[in-house]
């Protein structure tokens, strides 16, 4: 797959969709041989090669991917960009799919459950899990980053080479194996081509309107970016009861999914913020950065309002950038926030994250959906 060719912030696709049944029992102890796309190295296409994954080891679960996204993240890993990449990986961080089986000392999960692999693990128990403030579990983070299982190896090899995990979940493969405190388990009846996106896009948006600005009812968003996260921001804005949501896009054909009022900055004759300002009578309440441009980020803080105005930064910069205001920005009462995963605590929420689709917000999450593929 050449990354280059598609839609570089919204594509979302179903890498691997059989609905199988979970592998028998007897397979439990014994590697599996399955495709998966590989990047052997960066800035080449994918390859779908043969692969071998070994059995999971103490608290580990081996799962049967059904459906994977691909993220804008996967494609930063590949481009060389990322300075965490390494190669040759399995990459993917946006799943769904079946316990296969479990290793020594697993309790929560069991074969033939429904689960979400996750990027962001929680395990209930290092300072970061018992701290409110945070949802960016340490445990397995070392490991994980060399794209290591928690014990320093590998599950992967592919012609007689060892192949790296990433982001702890490698979901471009039709078998992956995941610490145990990696795996959301949620509804079986929940539409896993679906609900994979909870693994990273939506709940990412989301949760910062919810969880990290706390956006309030009647309040004033802006939204840099409308692709999948920001549509999801668009999403949690609109469930806290905003008055006013402002969709920032280039794309005009992003201006009909859930926002108020849609601008194309580069249309404007004078700068976003002054604009913004002028519509808001004095800047909106919240503001949102979804692309990871440390200009647009700039632009989404100094158009807030100075009376208690939040802006957040949700998309990853590349590496090296630096952000940059004025101090006065800060002393006049505005604030820079930042947010990953949405601030969820993974294990916990994004099974009520599920639920809550599978309830009351369908209807725009199969908008976003639609809009995505």
């Not at 890498?15 to 599996?32: D, G, H, K, T, Y």
């Not at 959301?184 to 994979?196: E, F, G, H, S």
């Not at 200009?295 to 939040?310: N, P, Q, S, Y």
Request: with cysteine.
């Amino acid at each position: 797959m050449d990354y280059k060719n598609e839609k570089s912030y919204a594509i979302k696709i179903i890498f691997f969709c059989s609905l199988r049944r979970p592998e028998p029992a007897e397979m439990a102890n014994q590697v599996i041989k399955c495709k998966a796309a590989v990047a052997w190295e960066a800035g080449k296409p994918l390859s779908i090669e043969e692969i071998e994954v070994a059995p999971p080891k103490a608290h580990e679960v081996r799962i049967k991917l059904i459906a994977t996204a691909v993220c804008h993240t996967d494609a930063y890993t590949l481009s060389g960009a990322d300075p965490e990449g390494c190669f040759p990986v399995i990459l993917g961080h946006e799943g769904a799919g079946i316990v296969e089986s479990v290793g020594e000392g697993v309790t929560k999960l069991k074969a033939g459950d429904t689960v979400i692999p996750l990027y962001i693990p929680q395990c209930g128990e290092c300072k970061f899990c018992l701290n409110p403030k945070t949802n960016l579990c340490q445990k397995i983070r070392v490991t994980q980053g060399k794209g290591l299982m928690p014990d320093g190896t590998s599950r992967f090899t592919c012609k007689g080479k060892t192949i790296l995990h990433y982001m702890g979940t490698s979901t471009f493969s039709e078998y992956t194996v995941v610490a145990d405190i990696s795996v959301a388990k949620i509804n079986p009846l929940a539409p896993l081509d679906k609900v994979c996106l909870l693994g990273c896009g939506i709940s990412t948006g989301y949760g910062a309107a919810v969880n990290t600005a706390k956006v309030e009812p009647g309040s004033v968003c802006a939204i840099f970016g409308l692709g999948g996260v920001g549509l999801a921001v668009i999403m949690g804005c609109k469930v806290a009861g905003a008055s006013r949501i402002i969709g920032v896009d280039i794309n005009k054909d992003k201006f009909s999914f859930g926002a108020t009022e849609c601008i194309n900055p580069q249309i404007l004759v004078n700068s976003i913020q002054e604009v913004l300002i002028e519509m808001t009578d004095g800047g909106v309440d919240y503001s949102f950065e979804c692309i990871g441009n440390v200009k647009v980020m700039r632009a989404a803080l100094e158009h807030v309002t100075r009376a208690g105005g939040v802006s957040v930064v949700v998309g990853v910069a590349a590496s090296g950038e630096k952000i940059a205001t004025r101090p006065f920005q800060l002393v006049t009462g505005r604030t820079w926030r930042g947010t990953a995963f949405g601030g969820w605590k993974s294990v916990e929420s994004v099974p009520k994250l599920v639920s809550e689709y599978m309830s009351k917000s369908k209807t725009l999450t199969d908008a976003f959906w639609k809009e995505s593929v």
